[in-house]
Structures are given as structure tokens and as C-alpha cells.
């Protein structure tokens, strides 16, 4: 079955940078659509970023220009790297991946596999 597993969480100061990992396993990695999402208490889990299988990337407003996502299929292995982050970028992290999503990259309920969450603080 489907797993993801995140890392590389932690807390930075505003300004900072971090890069998170997530290795998924049980499934062909790389024809996977494979996103990171970020969930606050008391909001929704928000979409930050998706890539396609085919290269193609979809951000969100808030992170375009300071947050990229990137993956190594031989390594299974989806990245988000963030610089220059903010107080607002405090969250979990999640990681998902789905097989086809559709243009909606960043909506939360196209993605069936989920990772537990890793916590991201910028204080």
C-alpha cells in the first residue's frame, strides 16, 4: 500500500529557510501526481504546492517565488525547499500523492495517500 513518510521539519527564524523530504513507497512513484499541503489549528489543510508527473508545478499565491517543489524519482523522494519564510508559513506539513488529480493540483480532495505530517515553526 501506499506510504509516505515526511522529514526535515523544525523551527527557523523569519527570514530562514527549510527543506522538507518526503520518500513515498508501494507505488510507482514517479507516474504520480505528488503535492505538499499545510494545516494550521482550526483552518483547512490548505494546497502549497504540486508537481506532476510530468514536470508541471502548481503554487500557491502566498509561497510563488520563495517556496519550490521538486522530486527525484530515483530516490522516490518529493522535496519543498523554503526560503526567505514568514511567521504565516507556521504549520504541519503534509505530503500526498495521488495518480491523476485533474488541473485542481492544490485541492485538498483529490489526493487519496497522505503522509503523517511533519511541523514547520518560523518564530
Known amino acids: 500500500h501506499v506510504q509516505l513518510v515526511e522529514s526535515g521539519g523544525g523551527s527557523v527564524q523569519p527570514g530562514g529557510s527549510l527543506k522538507l523530504s518526503c520518500v513515498g513507497s508501494?507505488?510507482?512513484?514517479?507516474?504520480?501526481?505528488m503535492a505538499w499541503f499545510r494545516q494550521v489549528p482550526g483552518r483547512e489543510r490548505e494546497g502549497v504546492a504540486a508537481?506532476?508527473?510530468?514536470?508541471?508545478?502548481q503554487y500557491a499565491d502566498s509561497v510563488k517565488g520563495r517556496f519550490t517543489i521538486s522530486r527525484d524519482n530515483d530516490k522516490n523522494t518529493l522535496y519543498l525547499q523554503m526560503k526567505n519564510m514568514k511567521h504565516e508559513d507556521t504549520a504541519v506539513y503534509y505530503c500526498?500523492?495521488?495518480?491523476?488529480?485533474?488541473?485542481?493540483?492544490?485541492?485538498?480532495?483529490?489526493?487519496?495517500?497522505w503522509g503523517q505530517g511533519t511541523q514547520v515553526t518560523v518564530s
Open positions: 508537481l506532476e508527473s510530468d514536470g508541471t508545478t
Open positions: 500526498a500523492a495521488d495518480l491523476w488529480v485533474g488541473l485542481a493540483k492544490l485541492k485538498r480532495t483529490v489526493y487519496d495517500h
Open positions: 508501494g507505488y510507482s512513484f514517479s507516474t504520480y501526481c
